[in-house]
């Protein structure tokens, strides 16, 4: 079992960041690299049951289900993996939310598996490298948002 949540505080309001993470928002990420594309199968409509498939860069692709979203003060995502592609993971499930924090935000991302053949420490490192690089992603876009 792998239990693990990453989390950062950016200086840009959680509406921005949100703009990135929320469930329509992915397709944002694939200008970072670590994506490739991230579609709608049925259409981008943001309801329980919704599907996502995103491709990585080795052209290998997993798919997303939306369990909720939810946009009050705080946002939140919630979704499984119903095809956990490459991934030596089964029965996950992630969250995503967003938390005003005065003039900035806090962004949280979360998720919970059953590990197949992999040592929690290395799929530990792996999750979190990819986490930490949407986390920089979306640092350079706040710096570009404020030089322009």
Request: glycine share 8%; net charge negative.
């Amino acid at each position: 079992m792998a239990d693990f949540e990453v989390a950062a505080r950016f200086d840009a309001p959680a509406d921005f960041v949100w703009s990135f993470v929320s469930w329509e928002g992915m397709p944002r990420l694939t200008e970072g690299g670590f994506f490739t594309s991230a579609d709608f199968p049925a259409g981008p409509e943001v309801r329980p049951g919704a599907l996502r498939r995103v491709t990585t860069p080795d052209g290998s692709a997993f798919i997303e289900q939306l369990v909720e979203q939810s946009s009050g003060a705080v946002h939140i995502c919630r979704y499984t993996l119903v095809d956990t592609g490459p991934f030596p993971l089964t029965d996950y499930s992630g969250v995503v939310v967003v938390t005003p924090a005065g003039e900035g935000c806090c962004l949280k991302f979360g998720h919970n598996a059953t590990l197949v053949d992999i040592s929690e420490d290395a799929w530990r490192a792996s999750w979190l490298a990819i986490e930490h690089q949407v986390f920089d992603f979306i640092r350079s876009k706040i710096a570009e948002s404020a030089n322009s």
